[in-house]
């Protein structure tokens, strides 16, 4: 799997979008899920933000996720996961949530980094990274994080519980949080020097403002 490079993304990528794009809503018909509603242009804002993070097999697009924030910055997550089914069960979506999981502790380090997720590999992940299970209402209150959840199949247990219990697992990982941070520095031990270097070459100026 070490020929595949994952990155955190630029203008460059921007013609790998289309197929991004249909490789989550695919991949969200076979789950039987609803599905986040992305554009092509939210997508590639994202690239040209510096918060996407892609891996690519040469010039082949292999997996994606990407970063946003949420209630003043006070909360981060990273986002539509996805890796094309050729490239599955090797190991690939650890490498790229290692990069996003460092790119947000870097940027955003005093953010709580949360998932709302049914996906049983993105809880083990998310575990490994030091996120415990919590109740929605430890998550954002930012309405544009919860409309986001309108196009899942689910919707309608989310407004009928008022937002406080649907079908997914909320979890949190919180930077004031010992253990959090103790499984987190662990979970990237082996990589964070390479992906810390990595990061630092994408942004040589500095991380942007946001
Ligand atoms: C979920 C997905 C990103 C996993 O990608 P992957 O590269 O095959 O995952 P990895 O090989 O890095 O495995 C990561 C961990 O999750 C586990 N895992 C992977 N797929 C799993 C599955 N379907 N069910 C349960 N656990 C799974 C692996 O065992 C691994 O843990 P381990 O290292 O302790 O064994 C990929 O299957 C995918 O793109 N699925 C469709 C989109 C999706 O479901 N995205 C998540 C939306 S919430």
């Avoid at 994202?46 to 292999?62: Q, S, T």
């Avoid at 409309?147 to 979890?171: A, F, P, Q, S």
């Avoid at 010992?178 to 031990?189: G, I, K, L, P």
């Amino acid at each position: 799997m070490s020929e595949i490079d994952v990155m955190v993304a630029s203008d460059e990528h921007l013609r790998y979008v289309d197929e991004i794009l249909k490789t989550i809503s695919d991949a969200a018909k076979v789950r039987g899920t609803g599905i986040a509603k992305r554009n092509p242009g939210y997508v590639k804002q994202k690239m040209r933000e510096g918060k996407a993070v892609i891996a690519l097999d040469g010039e082949n697009f292999a997996g994606f996720s990407y970063i946003e924030t949420w209630g003043g910055k006070h909360y981060v997550t990273t986002s539509g996961l996805i890796v094309k089914d050729e490239y599955r069960g090797c190991g690939l979506s650890r490498r790229i949530k290692h990069m996003t999981f460092t790119l947000a502790r870097m940027r955003w380090p005093n953010a709580k980094i949360f998932s709302l997720t049914s996906g049983a590999a993105v809880m083990k992940l998310n575990t490994d990274h030091g996120y415990v299970p919590v109740t929605f209402a430890q998550l954002t209150d930012d309405e544009t994080f919860w409309k986001g959840c309108e196009g899942c199949i689910n919707h309608d247990i989310l407004v009928r519980t008022n937002r406080r219990y649907c079908v997914c697992t909320g979890m949190l990982y919180d930077p004031e949080r010992a253990r959090s941070v103790r499984d987190a520095d662990e979970e990237v031990a082996k990589d964070r020097a390479s992906i810390e270097e990595k990061i630092r070459a994408r942004f040589p100026d500095g991380f942007p403002e946001d």
